[in-house]
């Protein structure tokens, strides 16, 4: 392997370490870890996140092995729940929840599909839910109408630490028509083949999460 080669897998190593132990997004993680082996940016190999989550799932799996699995499924679990009652928004689950990568740093990330954001809004107002409201990434393709963003008490029982107080969700609301559009980040079947399907589809509606919870449970 090239020199370069060696750098750029040591790079997503020491990001994956990161976005585990500190909750890091990815850019953060990819500037820290460049800083740390190399320190000038500017001529760095740096990783693609896709390797970087390969390396988030290889630590995972070597250093958490004993509370990763009840952790994921807590979280899949109250994600569950949350599109249970989100069902009429045509609620699709996303991220690291999803795809197998989330700690307990990480927030569920739902796609919602409808003909008006102001729906979801008055749905969460008169559930009682406090929500803040963005506009998203701006680079975000389809666009979303907007993203609503709350806190929720972590639910108990169901495999979440203790210490973990209360769960960041959000909500990607986008026109009904956007769930034609693929996902645009799904993880390679072809360098990850243990990963369960579902998992590796960028994008899972309700049946498809139940399904991955039911096979994954240990």
């Not at 897998?9 to 953060?28: H, K, M, N, P």
């Not at 994600?79 to 989330?102: D, K, Q």
């Not at 907007?146 to 209360?166: H, K, T, V, Y």
């Not at 909500?171 to 990963?195: F, S, T």
Request: charged fraction near 30%.
């Amino acid at each position: 392997m090239p020199a370069d080669d060696d750098l750029r897998a040591e790079i997503a190593s020491t990001a994956a370490r990161l976005i585990a132990e500190e909750g890091c997004d990815y850019g953060q993680a990819k500037r820290r870890a460049v800083q740390e082996l190399v320190g000038d940016s500017r001529t760095a190999p740096v990783p693609d996140n896709a390797a970087v989550e390969r390396e988030v799932r290889r630590y995972l799996r070597l250093f958490e092995a004993d509370s990763h699995p009840r952790l994921l499924a807590g979280l899949r679990q109250t994600a569950s729940s949350l599109m249970e009652r989100l069902a009429i928004y045509e609620p699709h689950l996303t991220g690291a929840v999803l795809n197998g990568t989330a700690t307990a740093h990480s927030d569920i990330h739902l796609h919602l599909y409808v003909d008006s954001a102001k729906d979801v809004e008055v749905f969460l107002l008169d559930a009682g839910v406090e929500f803040e409201v963005d506009e998203g990434p701006a680079d975000e393709r389809p666009r979303m109408f907007e993203r609503l963003s709350f806190l929720m008490p972590a639910p108990r029982d169901i495999g979440l630490p203790r210490q973990l107080d209360r769960v960041a969700v959000h909500l990607h609301v986008y026109p009904r028509d956007a769930i034609r559009v693929a996902p645009r980040h799904r993880p390679d079947l072809g360098l990850e083949p243990d990963l369960h399907p579902v998992e590796a589809s960028g994008r899972a509606g309700l049946p498809a999460v139940r399904r991955l919870i039911q096979d994954t449970v240990q």
